[in-house]
Structure formats: C-alpha cells, structure tokens
C-alpha cells in the first residue's frame, strides 16, 4: 500500500520521498540478506571522529526469542501494531568516545544518521521502516544486559508494506491520514535566528 505523496518539490529524492512510518505490514518474513542490507547501510553512516557509536539489538520473527523480547519491550500503544513486524529493532548510543571516554555530545546525533541510512536501505530493498520512541528503556537495559554507559535510543520496526484494512480502526484513520511537514520557511533562517534566508 502506498500513502499519498508529499510534494517534496521536484529534486527530493524519491526514496526520502515516498518514505513514510507505516504501521501496516504484511503478513510476509523480510529475508536475511535484506536485514544485513539495511545494517550495512547503517555501518556507512557518517559520525564523529569516525567512533560509530551505534549499536543495534535485532530480532527476526521465527528465529530464537529476540523479537518476542523486543515485542515485550515496547509500549502497550505500539505492541498493537509493530507486533507483525517480521523484524523488530532497538538502537543503542554509546555516549563517550572510546579513547579516554570522554563525552560524546554527538553520539545520539550519529545514532540517528545511522538509523536513517537503516530505513532508506529499508525503502530501497521494497520494505518499510518505522522508528518508535514508545519503548520501555529500563526493561530493555535489564531484559538485553545492555550496558549502564550506553543509552538505548529507539525501537523499529521493519516489514514489508500491508493494507490499512488490517489495522484497528483508528490506526487505520492514521494510517491513511496524509503526511504533514513544517515549510522551509519555518525553520530556514539566513541572517538572523526567526529571518527566513533569502533563497526559502
């Protein structure tokens, strides 16, 4: 299924584009090759000083416990729905510089282009992605062993595309709601912070 498209203007790429956080996937498992794809694509993220502070827990649906583990991980609203995800994800920053461990205030930042590089992968190969910020980090830490110096960041979930139809009626209105972005001009500024650059 397809949402309807923003108009991204006609040099946006169309897999940033067409791109959008569905909640309905198919009843269909993401094979292999294309889950290490999308990690691929992540490894190639630029970040700070080259440290890569990102880490990634991943369950594939039928294979060992981890994705019914990261199921139970996240918030009741989004088990609703990213339960038939095939695969289920948690990113993870690690939030000093490993070399004398001082802070690295650009960790989360990096993490976050590591994910984008993930879900544009995601597009690319046919699926959707879906970041959530409604998982619960302390029984994630406690359930994973992650350790107390990194910082779990956010839950995605990965498929390929469903139908609205299969959702919860009012998932489904949100699933069929078009997709809203703030204008340039709203956050474009030149000269001064609120003064619009010239070329918006």
Not at 89 to 114: C, E, W, Y
Request: proline share 6%; net charge negative; glycine share 8%.
């Amino acid at each position: 299924m397809s949402q309807e498209r923003l108009d991204a203007g006609p040099h946006v790429h169309s897999l940033i584009a067409d791109r959008w956080s569905m909640r309905a996937f198919a009843d269909r498992d993401v094979e292999a090759e294309k889950v290490r794809a999308c990690l691929e694509a992540a490894r190639w993220a630029p970040s700070c000083y080259n440290e890569q502070p990102w880490y990634f827990i991943v369950g594939r649906r039928g294979e060992g416990e981890a994705h019914a583990r990261l199921f139970d991980c996240l918030v009741e609203q989004n088990q609703r729905w990213a339960g038939e995800a095939p695969v289920l994800m948690i990113s993870v920053a690690k939030p000093t510089f490993d070399s004398g461990g001082r802070t690295n205030r650009h960790a989360q930042h990096d993490v976050g282009l590591a994910t984008m590089n993930l879900m544009l992968q995601a597009q690319a190969l046919g699926l959707a992605a879906h970041a959530m910020a409604g998982f619960k980090r302390k029984e994630t830490r406690e359930t994973f062993g992650v350790p107390e110096d990194h910082e779990p960041m956010a839950a995605i979930a990965i498929g390929y595309p469903g139908e609205a139809d299969a959702l919860p009626e009012d998932l489904a209105e949100k699933e069929r709601a078009p997709r809203q972005r703030r204008p340039l001009s709203a956050w474009v500024f030149g000269e001064t912070w609120g003064e619009m650059a010239p070329f918006v």
